[in-house]
Nanobody, 124 residues
Framework: QVQLVESGGGLVQPGGSLRLSCTAS????????IGWFRQAPGKEREGVSC???????YYADSVKGRFTISRDNAKNTVHLQMNSLKPEDTAVYYC??????????????????WGQGTQVTVSS
């Protein structure tokens, strides 16, 4: 059974850090592009960061310089290190896997296998 499971979410104060993990079972993550997406209440799901099967990376402008995506192939896991968190980063964060292509490869339409999400709340 192919499954993606996110972990690492929680409540953090502004300026704090969290590390999200996306762990796969049933398939090998390093053969796929992995994306992190988020959805805040009342907003559309948006791409945050993606890493291709050849380790090219994409970051949304809103998170550049604060978030870092990386692979841990030994653990079949992709991490999203989130630093200098802001209240506007509050959302449910999802990871997804696929073989996207094109200039808009880090978009929800390009990814077909999704995890259930983990809540990130940035608040004092």
């Amino acid at each position: 059974q192919v499954q993606l499971v996110e972990s690492g979410g929680g409540l953090v104060q502004p300026g704090g850090s969290l590390r999200l993990s996306c762990t796969a079972s049933g398939f090998t993550l390093n053969s796929y592009a992995i994306g992190w997406f988020r959805q805040a209440p009342g907003k559309e799901r948006e791409g945050v960061s993606c890493i291709s099967s050849s380790d090219d990376t994409y970051y949304a402008d809103s998170v550049k310089g604060r978030f870092t995506i990386s692979r841990d192939n030994a653990k079949n896991t992709v991490h999203l290190q989130m630093n200098s968190l802001k209240p506007e980063d509050t959302a449910v964060y999802y990871c997804a896997a696929d073989w996207p292509y094109g200039s808009s490869w880090c978009s929800t339409a390009e990814f077909g296998s999704w995890g259930q999400g983990t809540q990130v709340t940035v608040s004092s």
